[in-house]
């Protein structure tokens, strides 16, 4: 099966006052046609800039090597107005904030209408009754009400569905999500993410969940890339990474999540220390200052990417249960 | 379900806090009235972390806030140290201030732009005339080190030159500056990177017993709050639906909001489902909530005697209280 | 939001900062030499060895820019055009600054006053700022200086008397303007959480007003009463031209005014005034532009 998108090697840098700050280095992933992956790690670890960099939204200040291949195309060096025809249709985007992402001056339904009449070439009455239909997929009660409310009369729940319904309107096949759910109740964030596997798997649609909680992308994506410096540390099938995780890195970023079965009085588990200063060049592991197994051998040399079969790859000398 | 009475208050005379029958209302316009809160009691014993749960818009940051009496509330009573604080005014009230301090949800909006970490920080000291220059700068350093920030490095920047979680530790030093009796802390997580949170939570567990604080912890997540709380109050649309222990909240749930909310919390192991138990749709609008148990209109017990009836708190096992005419069966 | 917020090492460089420092745009240095300039001509211009502005020279009556000993020419009436816009430079900028000094001064402290404490009395001040926003600012001034300037014919008002009558009333004018700015600046930093954490500690109202709203709302204030001395330094002359403003050709407005009968001999008695009015406002306009940016670009990295 071919797949959908191919990043391969990509790096991405700024130009700053201070120097280059390296954002990515040398990520490459995979996504087959209706797949979905998770890119899990903390502030500054660059997961949002390798979203952005597929999606061509970089700022112009942005450096940028490698290929990005979306369906059997290189998209990379694609001038900004070509990639921009890919959205809607080929690619669609739900943002954290989904008060900024709508227009506040108009109606939901004109809104929603606008792709429909733009990219589908509707005529008004289709593309109104479409949105009703749009509306009532993702479980919005009384949709045509719904049509000439504004963004300010709905709380984040709704705004948040009514992205959702903007972005599948075309039947994109590559969804990203760029913490869909943070700004989000944790009763709604349940909502909103079941709601994204229906509508996927009805349409086959790939989706890329950008988060820093290992907990909200367990249940919804296929695999999982964990991000830290610009690097990707850990690559895995998602069952397989929970099952047996090699970087103390991704174990460290889990026990961190407050559960349920904590007892009370306890102290959670923390990474001590912070991200390195992205503008200098570690030498071995970026993740050494902070990691409990740490040796000579991490600061020194900077581990490869290791392949510990089924696709699960890590970069860590000394991983979580041994070389294999 | 979410109802009123005050059989969970406890009658000793150890309590830092006694509210009783507080309501907060807005008027939004002429006759639109939002009742954010209406009718919460609630008590609080020395040294306790009392956690209040609920989804946006159940009132839990209202009511911390008319606690302080930020605004003052419309009506009910609200005993702090063994003064009735709706009923002092000016300086009285001002008196009062140092001893119940409060730390915000949005790190960046915690802290004033312009000013540095130490003017931040010297502000409290200064207000209440805590000593000399030199002994205020001695303070703030002091301050700064408890919270694992490093003075030298700190002191002279200003709030957008620091993450959300240091910008927290600088409004916990902050808070922490008067000394206080009671903290009430609203969502001072929810906007930080996981790995952050549990940071900010061993340190507000720290500053706990290090200055023997009374917390208040105001979160929509029941996860976050279960390992730091003494305490669980669980609210919907202003009223309170279940108190109990976090043990007892978690594993013995009787109302089924809380039981939504268990369901809710995202579990980090992708072979175990959700419960499945989820509540769909959002809280309705306070300005005319539903007669009688206020979630029966997203209930799946819901029987015409919740339309009908306003179910009262009854303790339903020891120290644990539920408003609900229909409980689950443990 | 996750993303903006990174560690203090890297805050400055957050992967997605803004790069270089931003260049000034070439206008700001334009805007600013003139503005500049003029302010120091109003300042020192009556030490040049130059003519006096209100003294006529008969020989010399409309003479074009260029003869000998007026460089700019003079007016059909014999006067100096180069030290008469001197001169009215000075009128001008003081008229113009202190009222905006004055108007912006009260507009704040009653916008942000009514901003923090809502309540009925801000009730009033908006509504009486709405009532005197939906007056056009020349009617309103006009109104103000046919009321509070009456001299009878035989007792003329001195110039330095209409000055402070002008400047009055052009204060009333700024006002509404600058204080509803101040006021939707105040409404929005007081709803930050610093403000509900300084009240909570027991810090006094205007102290927190002092120490908190002021010091945050004064860039916008700042921004705007630049571009409010543009307008003003245009009401004042309208007025002139209306001959209820500065009289005698003092001020540029009323330099316009006096050569308006005479555009047809020498044009440049009215060009003249009207450059200069025009640079002005356009500078101010510009500055005040240049100003609100760079804030801007401060709020958002905040």
């Known amino acids: 099966m071919t797949n959908l998108l191919e990043i391969e090697d990509l790096s991405v840098g700024f130009r700053t006052p201070r120097g280059n700050l390296q954002a990515v280095r040398n990520a490459t992933l995979t996504l087959a046609p209706g797949e979905s992956i998770g890119i899990v790690g903390e502030s500054g670890s660059g997961k949002t800039v390798l979203s952005r960099a597929v999606m061509g939204l970089l700022p112009s200040t942005a450096t940028r090597t490698g290929s990005i291949v979306y369906q059997g195309r290189e998209i990379s060096d694609l001038p900004r107005d070509e990639v921009r025809d890919l959205w809607g249709t080929g690619m669609a985007m739900i943002f954290q904030d989904p008060m900024t992402a709508l227009n506040p001056t108009r109606r939901i339904g004109s809104q929603l209408s606008e792709s429909l009449v733009v990219r589908l070439k509707m005529d008004k009455g289709a593309a109104r009754q479409k949105s009703v239909e749009l509306l009532r997929r993702v479980r919005i009660p009384d949709p045509e009400g719904m049509l000439r409310k504004f963004p300010y009369q709905l709380s984040g729940g709704m705004r948040q569905r009514i992205m959702i319904a903007i972005a599948v309107s075309c039947g994109p096949e590559l969804l990203f999500a760029d913490e869909p759910t943070t700004a989000l109740d944790v009763t709604v964030q349940a909502q909103v993410l079941e709601l994204l596997d229906e509508l996927r798997a009805e349409n086959n649609t790939a989706m890329v969940l950008v988060t820093h909680d290992l907990g909200v992308v367990a249940g919804h994506t296929d695999k999982i890339a964990v991000m830290y410096a610009g690097d990707v540390v850990e690559y895995a099938p998602t069952k397989r990474l929970y099952a047996s995780m090699k970087m103390p890195y991704t174990e460290a970023l889990l026990n961190s999540i407050p559960r349920l079965e904590t007892p009370t009085g306890s102290r959670l588990p923390v990474i001590e220390g912070r991200l390195p200063d992205p503008t200098k060049e570690v030498a071995g592991c970026a993740f050494a200052d902070r990691c409990p197994y740490v040796s000579e051998k991490c600061r020194a040399e900077k581990p490869p990417l290791m392949d510990a079969g089924d696709g699960h790859l890590y970069r860590c000398w000394f991983p979580i249960g041994g070389v294999n | 379900m979410a109802g009123s009475g005050k059989a969970h208050l406890r009658p000793t005379d150890d309590r830092v806090l006694v509210v009783e029958d507080l309501t907060v209302e807005f008027r939004i316009s002429r006759d639109k009235i939002v009742k954010a809160v209406s009718g919460v009691s609630l008590d609080l014993v020395r040294g306790e972390t009392l956690a209040i749960v609920g989804e946006s818009g159940c009132g839990k940051s209202t009511l911390g806030k008319a606690v302080l009496q930020i605004p003052k509330p419309t009506s009910g009573s609200v005993n702090f140290l063994g003064k009735e604080l709706t009923e002092l005014k000016g300086d009285t009230l001002r008196d009062m201030r140092p001893a119940m301090q409060m730390i915000f949800q949005d790190p960046i909006s915690s802290l004033d732009p312009r000013l540095t970490v130490s003017e931040t920080l010297a502000e409290p000291l200064r207000v209440w005339n805590k000593g000399t220059e030199t002994e205020i700068q001695a303070k703030i350093d002091d301050l700064l080190v408890n919270v694992n920030l490093d003075p030298s490095v700190v002191r002279d920047r200003r709030s957008y030159e620091f993450s959300g979680g240091q910008c927290q530790r600088i409004s916990i030093a902050r808070a922490l500056a008067l000394e206080p009796t009671m903290i009430i802390c609203d969502e001072p997580v929810s906007a930080l990177d996981v790995s952050v949170q549990a940071q900010i939570l061993n340190l507000l567990q720290d500053m706990k017993d290090r200055y023997g604080l009374t917390l208040i912890f105001i979160s929509h997540d029941l996860a976050v709050v279960k390992a730091v709380s003494t305490r669980v109050m669980v609210m919907y649309l202003g009223k309170v639906c279940e108190v109990a222990d976090p043990d007892s909240v978690y594993q013995r749930t009787r109302h089924h909001y809380t039981k939504a909310l268990v369901g809710s919390v995202p579990i980090p192991d992708p072979t175990r489902k959700p419960t499945g138990n989820l509540i769909q749709g959002e809280p309705p609008s306070p300005m005319n909530p539903p007669s009688g148990c206020r979630f029966r209109t997203r209930c799946a017990a819901a029987s015409e005697q919740c339309a009908a009836e306003e179910p009262q708190l009854r303790e339903v096992a020891p120290g644990h209280f539920v408003a609900c005419h229909h409980p689950i069966e443990v | ?302």
């Open chain 3, 1 to 302: 939001m996750s993303e903006t917020i990174s560690t203090a090492d890297s805050a400055d460089t957050g992967p997605l900062a803004p790069a270089a420092k931003r260049k000034r745009p070439v206008g700001f240095y334009l805007a600013g030499s003139w503005l500049g300039s003029i302010v120091l001509l109003g300042l020192f211009g009556a030490l040049l060895p130059l003519r006096q502005w209100d003294l006529a020279s008969y020989d010399y009556l409309g003479a074009l820019p260029g003869t000998p000993g007026h460089p700019l020419g003079t007016t059909q009436d014999g006067y100096d055009m180069l030290s008469g816009l001197i001169n009215g430079a000075r009128i001008s900028i003081f008229v113009s600054f202190f009222a905006v000094l004055f108007g912006g001064g009260i507009g704040a402290l009653i916008g942000i006053t009514s901003a923090y404490f809502r309540g009925k009395y801000d009730l009033i001040v908006v509504s009486i700022f709405n009532i005197m926003l939906s007056i056009p600012n020349l009617v309103l001034s006009l109104a103000l200086l046919s009321t509070l300037a009456y001299s009878s014919p035989d007792k003329p008002a001195t110039l330095q008397r209409r000055l402070i009558i002008l400047i009055l009333s052009l204060t009333i004018v700024i006002i509404p303007i600058l204080g509803r700015i101040a006021r939707a600046s105040a409404l929005q930093w007081s709803s930050r959480d610093f403000v509900v954490a300084s009240k909570s500690m027991g810090t006094r109202n205007f102290t927190i007003i002092r120490r908190h709203i002021l010091p945050n709302v004064a860039p916008a204030i700042l921004a705007i009463g630049f571009l409010a001395i543009g307008s003003v330094i245009i009401v004042e002359g309208s007025l002139s031209i209306l001959g209820i403003g500065v009289p005698g050709g003092a001020s540029w407005g009323s330099m316009l005014a006096n050569g308006r009968g005479n555009i047809a001999f020498s044009p440049h008695e009215v060009y003249m005034p009207a450059i200069c009015i025009a640079l002005t406002v356009i500078s101010s306009n510009w500055f005040g532009d240049y100003v609100r940016s760079r804030l801007d670009l401060r709020e958002a990295k905040i």
